[in-house]
């Protein structure tokens, strides 16, 4: 029970009258709900309707059972005005306890000690992230969860409640625009209170997020669109959010993006409530995380709500999570170190985050040891870059007065982890108050969730002293004694718990400690594959074990990582990686820091590699550049034993790195390749006129198209004005029912057929032909009472919502057609009603009901009310379940054209009621609503609330 429950709920509903109240109520409940009865729902301020599910009947039922238990009569426009249980206790109150206002409300005493016994306010329960953002949200509304920093608009504060309500409308507002459950939507944003609230508005509603990282550079432009259009294409995305800067970039893709609908800004999503929807399964995809793509094509990453608390779950065990932990981060959110380690997790766990863009580490490395400084910050994170850049970079002025000693957990991946740039870190700002034992290199991936192997907090940088010539020659790490050439390998710690780990040969054999092979993984927060991609699929999973790509060994049950296989370079037959030599080179006067790539290309023997090096640097041409390609061959041979085939000085920004950082090592001995020796990009304009003129193709397509689709919708206009005009005249002269109904079944038949809609009848127990049965139909779109006319031979009467008797044609064509109409919002003629509808069907009447109510955008079957199930009860008939499959796809609430395709209609087996009372009319209605289920493939809404209205429209 949440905390406002509890705090609506707390002495009165201690109080007697709260109590026995409290207990008819749930007794009603539990008859109706059966199967998915909570009774944390029954709580005083529990809406009949929306939060209940309490329609017309079962609301007089709750009537009489209140007057029968108290002993006392409420008039009828009393108990009709009541939305909850507290209205109604205030009425019998107001008879019994002339003093009962004076009440007061408290907390109950059993929350508080449970509040005092919780170490971790951590949601152990909740199965997605959705469940862990409600957890907060209902018990710590006002906890601020995210701070962002911004250099214009200062501290930004969000609380759980803010973040949760600003989904929720998000999320409805991208409901609105058809965003359905598993739709993928692309989150193109830099770091804001927008991108947070879209993310997790993305997951409410059911769809996928897929992050990408916000154009940066106009030089890197044409990369950007490129790699960008290739993922939303693989995505499948159907909608970008953007933001005003990236306009123009957004348009380039959407032209690349065959299925992308929308393109918008967060302003532009109106915001809106959410309409009840099925909640995300454990199963379900929650993130498409597309791979840095550092060798080869991005791939997305398919990540469960399983695999995402599995992963998170494990880390905050390895690392000892506390409430009084605070994550600082600058990462960004497109990748999973930012979004997964740095924000997701410390949501699961209730941690405040303080969060800055990338671009101000960047810009002012300090930021970030002063943020730490600031909040006391317990746990960062950052690629082994930014460590070096703080050493490398800030003066001691910079430092003045910076306090670490807060800091007891800094994570150092996503990139190799080099040993001299955390023992450097670590040494400098050990006088700033840094623990030594606060540095951790860690190992993960993407298609693990993020993390794979964590060291224990307080540890601190551990290295593995090996022999160099039995690394390089045997892939042997054998411990290195003094004098021996050797080569240090960090330790990233033991794989977390729910993960395993090996490490195999080129054939698939597991290998003994201190050899190195294919890092290999499996567990409950390994991925089920790539996106869209069986083959990269099939290639990344052998026998249930996931291939990293990573070489490495371990020893103590700790694993060493050696690099990327397809970094290393094999010279001579030795196996050579490129980190060791890069680190050297970029320590070289006139190397741009960080501007290093040492790459391996085949060589025309095809016995051996030969090495191209690229260098970044401002250095004229001249004397000054001959010396540094005489060092850097100098550095080589003193490494690799002989001097590079090619040494490429390149301008600053040549070398072609990820969003996240990390040097594309092939991709950039590829462009060089292929561009003649050059790796300089082209100008911002040049890039802009050739994305410019590759657009006119997609452009024309999409053009084409849309006219398709216009030319679409004047057929069907015109099919409606004709066939409907047609039919109204026809109808309104004639009084039969019969005949109207068979114009009718003509008229829907031929509409569908201009609209292009096929609709395939199954119905092999005849059951449609069945006297006097009922018939109900789950109800999704406009096309469904065009579709059932359409098979439907002998005539019926639809219920419909009174509303649809007033407008003048359509009415007058509904009374015709024998339509029966019943009240929604007044409870005594909604009644009064149902009881008309009962004594038609004793008369042998063919009733049709829609018993959801009305339908909305979102997918699902909701939950049934009973108005359909007493009448075939009271009058012993049988019940026809109907199922349709594939109207709300073709014509979704909000659409007026629909889409041309196919829809199944299947008349389910008749269903005879057991009984007459109000149990064996819940039970005919779940018997009812679980054929139409098993048929309409569709999901099952009716755990998450129930729709307001109270009887069936049919149109």
């Known amino acids: 029970m949440s905390l406002p429950d509890l705090q609506t709920g707390g002495v009165l509903a201690g109080s007697v009258t709260g109590q026995r109240l409290l207990s008819v109520i749930a007794e009603l409940a539990k008859e109706l709900q059966r199967t998915t009865f909570d009774r944390d729902k029954v709580t005083l301020a529990a809406h009949f309707e929306s939060d209940l599910g309490f329609d017309s009947l079962a609301r007089a039922e709750l009537l009489s059972r209140i007057e029968h238990a108290f002993g006392v009569q409420l008039t009828v426009d009393t108990f009709a005005r009541a939305d909850c249980a507290n209205d109604v206790l205030e009425a019998l109150q107001t008879i019994e306890h002339s003093d009962a206002a004076a009440e007061k409300i408290l907390i109950p005493v059993e929350y508080v000690a449970q509040a005092n016994a919780r170490t971790v306010p951590e949601p152990v329960a909740a199965s997605t992230l959705c469940e862990a953002l409600r957890w907060h949200a209902a018990r710590a509304p006002e906890r601020t969860h995210l701070i962002l920093e911004d250099d214009t608009l200062g501290e930004i504060r969000i609380s759980y409640e803010e973040l949760h309500r600003e989904a929720m409308e998000i999320a409805g507002g991208l409901r609105s625009i058809g965003i359905e459950r598993g739709d993928t939507v692309a989150l193109m944003l830099p770091t804001s209170r927008d991108y947070f609230v879209c993310f997790l508005a993305i997951l409410l509603c059911r769809a996928i997020p897929v992050p990408l990282y916000p154009p940066a550079r106009l030089r890197a432009l044409e990369e950007h669109v490129a790699r960008n259009a290739a993922i939303l294409a693989n995505a499948q995305v159907k909608a970008l959010i953007s933001f005003d800067k990236?306009?123009?970039?957004?348009?380039?893709?959407?032209?690349?993006?065959?299925?992308?609908c929308r393109v918008l800004t967060p302003q532009q999503v109106v915001r809106t409530p959410l309409d009840p929807i099925t909640a995300p399964l454990t199963t379900d995809v929650a993130l498409l995380q597309y791979t840095s793509g550092s060798t080869g094509d991005p791939k997305g990453v398919t990540l469960t709500h399983a695999n995402l608390l599995a992963n998170i779950r494990a880390m905050g065990e390895r690392i000892g999570v506390t409430p009084h932990d605070v994550m600082i981060s600058w990462l960004p959110l497109y990748h999973d170190m930012g979004l997964i380690g740095a924000w997701l997790a410390p949501l699961y766990f209730g941690l405040p985050v303080v969060i800055a863009s990338p671009l101000a580490f960047l810009a002012r490395p300090a930021s970030w040891l002063r943020l730490i400084d600031r909040y006391r910050g317990t746990i960062t994170a950052a690629p082994n870059f930014a460590y070096d850049r703080c050493v490398r970079q800030l003066r001691d002025d910079e430092l003045a007065g910076i306090d670490l000693s807060s800091l007891r957990y800094a994570f150092c991946g996503a990139e190799p982890v080099n040993q001299n740039t955390m023992r450097t870190f670590a040494t400098r700002f050990e006088r700033y108050g840094l623990a030594p034992g606060a540095i951790a290199p860690v190992y993960g991936l993407a298609e693990n969730t993020l993390a794979v192997a964590f060291p224990p907090a307080g540890r601190g940088l551990r290295t593995d002293r090996i022999v160099r010539s039995m690394f390089d020659k045997l892939q042997i790490a054998t411990?290195?004694?003094?004098?021996?050439?050797?080569?240090?390998?960090?330790?990233?710690?033991?794989?977390?718990?729910?993960?395993?780990?090996?490490?195999?040969?080129s054939e698939g054999n597991e290998l003994g400690e201190r050899r190195i092979g294919r890092i290999e993984f499996r567990g409950a927060s390994a991925t089920a594959g790539y996106w869209h991609s069986p083959s990269l699929t099939a290639r990344l999973v052998r026998d249930g074990w996931l291939d990293t790509g990573d070489l490495g060994y371990t020893a103590d049950g700790e694993l060493f990582v050696t690099g990327r296989l397809k970094d290393m370079i094999i010279r001579g037959g030795q196996h050579f990686f490129p980190y060791e030599l890069e680190e050297a080179i970029g320590k070289l006067a006139g190397v741009i820091q960080g501007g290093v790539a040492v790459c391996g290309g085949s060589s025309t023997t095809g016995a051996t590699e030969c090495l191209v090096i690229f260098a970044e640097t401002r250095l004229p041409d001249g004397p000054q550049r001959h010396g540094l390609e005489a060092q850097i061959n100098a550095k080589t041979i003193a490494l690799f034993g002989s001097p590079a085939e090619q040494i490429a000085l390149v301008p600053s920004n040549s070398i072609l790195r990820t969003p996240g950082g990390k040097i594309r090592h092939a991709a950039t001995l590829q462009a060089f390749t292929s561009s003649g020796g050059r790796l300089a990009g082209r100008s911002a304009w040049r890039q802009l006129l050739a994305l410019t003129v590759d657009s006119a193709k997609p452009l024309g397509q999409r053009a084409f198209k849309h006219a398709l689709r216009v030319g679409h919708g004047v057929t069907c206009g015109i099919a409606v004005v004709a066939v409907g005009l047609w039919l109204i005249a026809a109808s309104v002269s004639d009084r039969d029912p019969a005949s109207n109904w068979r114009r009718a079944t003509r008229a829907s038949r031929l509409f569908l057929k201009l609209a292009g809609i096929d609709v395939e009848f199954e119905d092999e127990t005849q059951a449609l032909d069945l006297p006097g049965a009922i018939l109900v139909s789950n109800h999704t779109s406009y096309l469904d009472v065009v579709v059932l006319a359409s098979v439907m031979l002998a005539p019926i009467r639809f219920v419909a919502k009174h509303e649809l008797e007033k407008q003048w044609l359509v009415g007058r064509l509904l009374r015709r057609l024998g339509t029966c109409f019943v009240e929604r919002d007044n409870f005594s003629s909604s009644v009064a009603d149902e009881q008309k509808l009962v004594q038609l069907t004793a008369q042998g009447e063919r009733l049709l009901y829609f018993p959801e109510g009305s339908f909305t955008r979102a997918a699902g079957l909701r939950a049934f009310h009973l108005g359909a199930f007493r009448a075939a009860c009271l009058a012993d008939r049988a019940v026809v379940p109907i199922a349709l499959d594939g109207t709300r796809a073709l014509l979704p609430d909000g659409n007026w054209i629909p889409a041309r395709g196919r829809v199944t209609v299947t008349a389910c087996a008749p269903l005879e009621p057991d009984?007459?009372?109000?149990?064996?009319?819940?039970?005919?209605?779940?018997?009812?609503?679980?054929?139409?289920?098993?048929?309409?493939?569709?999901?099952?809404?009716?755990?998450?609330?129930?729709?307001?209205?109270?009887?069936?429209?049919?149109?």
Do not use: Q, Y
């Open 246 to 260: 990236a306009a123009t970039v957004a348009r380039l893709l959407a032209l690349r993006a065959p299925l992308l």
């Open 915 to 955: 009984a007459s009372d109000l149990t064996a009319m819940a039970r005919l209605r779940d018997r009812t609503r679980a054929s139409i289920l098993a048929h309409c493939r569709e999901g099952d809404t009716s755990n998450l609330g129930f729709v307001s209205t109270t009887n069936s429209p049919a149109a």
């Open 479 to 505: 411990v290195a004694l003094n004098g021996d050439d050797a080569v240090e390998i960090v330790g990233c710690g033991f794989p977390l718990d729910g993960t395993s780990v090996r490490v195999v040969d």
